[in-house]
């Protein structure tokens, strides 16, 4: 009786950690990005610059809010060195959460270096919208 409990406990602590391990491996950030009040803006109005965006190199399992407005639906994502050369893309879908739209995506930019670059995200079927970068 004793070695059976011993061996649940130990196939629990087992599937435990593998679950664990795959939920979120080691070296995973957590990072987010808040568009909701960098609108696209139209017009001669404009508001000061906002500082360009801030991600870590590394894998990022990464939350956008987006521009107040958006809709849910399928998005396409893209980090860019420079127009039409991306260093990393996607596509997700966004969903209504907390008043707002999130997109949520994990993101491999441990090949990234430092610098300044360029988060383009579109609502599929629309054009791109651009954002100032910043890997730290």
């Not at 599937?15 to 609108?39: F, I, K, M, N, Y």
């Not at 990022?60 to 991306?86: A, F, H, M, R, W």
Request: charged share 25%; no cysteine; net charge neutral.
């Amino acid at each position: 009786m004793a070695v059976a409990v011993v061996l649940v406990i130990g196939l629990a602590l087992f599937a435990w950690s593998e679950r664990r391990h795959l939920t979120r491996p080691e070296g995973v950030q957590v990072a987010t990005l808040d568009l909701t009040h960098r609108g696209i803006l139209r017009g001669e109005e404009s508001g000061p610059p906002k500082p360009p965006l801030e991600l870590s190199a590394g894998l990022l399992e990464l939350t956008i809010y987006l521009p107040v407005g958006s809709e849910s639906g399928d998005y396409d994502l893209q980090i860019l060195k420079q127009v039409g050369e991306p260093l990393w893309s996607g596509e997700g879908q966004a969903k209504a959460e907390n008043q707002g739209t999130a997109l949520r995506f994990k993101v491999d930019l441990s090949e990234a270096k430092p610098g300044s670059y360029l988060l383009a995200i579109r609502r599929r079927g629309w054009d791109w919208a651009y954002y100032p970068l910043v890997i730290r």
